[in-house]
């Protein structure tokens, strides 16, 4: 059994995706929430999928050893960072090598960095005319937005879209893709992916 911790920040679309995606398989298994945000939505979400949600201080985040114990409590084999907004410790990344992974709402490298997340990202897009944006899944590194890149897919931005008809498109991609990924990537490393 492959165990996955879903790191969330926010509304959590993702993470419900995820969960529904991998209910009907045997193999992998999404094991529990974390958040930094007690009022996250993605709580509601955890609670109807029945999978346990946790919220943590920003400073057990930054310390790691909280967090650590609980990836340890669940087994926890690989990380999903879903709408995730602060930066993940040396501690917890050295604890899972090429095992953390992160969804970005547009073009990497374009549009990426500290600041660049949900909203702020379409309105970027939108202001600087691009024609095209999309949905960047990657593996993290110490650097926001930076780690090598798993996939890409695009859609077009049309002269009249406004930020928020772009944010649906990259939203319809992001479901139609996310969990797709995350099973190609626990397949291909599935001979080292578990530990325990
Ligand atoms: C998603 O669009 C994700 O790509 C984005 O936050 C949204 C979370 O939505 N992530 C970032 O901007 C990271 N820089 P959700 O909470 O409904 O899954």
Same mark, same amino acid.
């Given at each position: 059994m492959t165990n996955i911790a879903i790191f969330a920040s926010g509304s959590g679309s993702n993470a419900e995706n995820i969960a529904?995606?991998?209910a009907s398989h045997h193999d992998i298994n999404i094991a529990v929430i974390i958040s930094n945000k007690p009022d996250a939505y993605v709580h509601e979400r955890?609670? /109807?999928? +029945?999978?346990?949600? %946790?919220?943590f201080k920003k400073s057990? %985040?930054?310390?790691?050893?909280? *967090?650590l114990n609980k990836m340890a409590e669940y087994q926890i084999d690989f990380i999903v960072l879903a709408g995730f907004l602060l930066k993940v410790p040396h501690s917890i990344m050295e604890a899972f090598p090429n095992s953390i992974i992160n969804i970005h709402p547009a073009l990497l490298p374009?549009? +990426?960095?500290? +600041?660049?997340?949900?909203?702020?990202?379409?309105?970027a897009v939108k202001n600087a005319g691009e024609t095209e944006t999309? *949905?960047?899944i990657h593996y993290i590194n110490e650097n926001y937005d930076e780690g090598d890149i798993i996939y890409q897919a695009m859609c077009e931005v049309a002269d009249l879209d406004?930020? /928020?008809d772009i944010a649906n498109k990259v939203h319809t991609l992001e479901q139609m893709h996310f969990p797709k990924i995350i099973e190609k990537i626990l397949r291909k490393n599935s001979k080292n992916i578990s530990k325990y």
């Open positions: 529904n995606y991998f955890a609670k /109807q999928l +029945g999978v346990p949600s %946790f919220t057990d %985040f930054d310390n790691g050893t909280v *967090i374009k549009y +990426g960095g500290k +600041g660049m997340y949900g909203d702020n990202v379409h309105n999309g *949905i960047t406004t930020p /928020q």
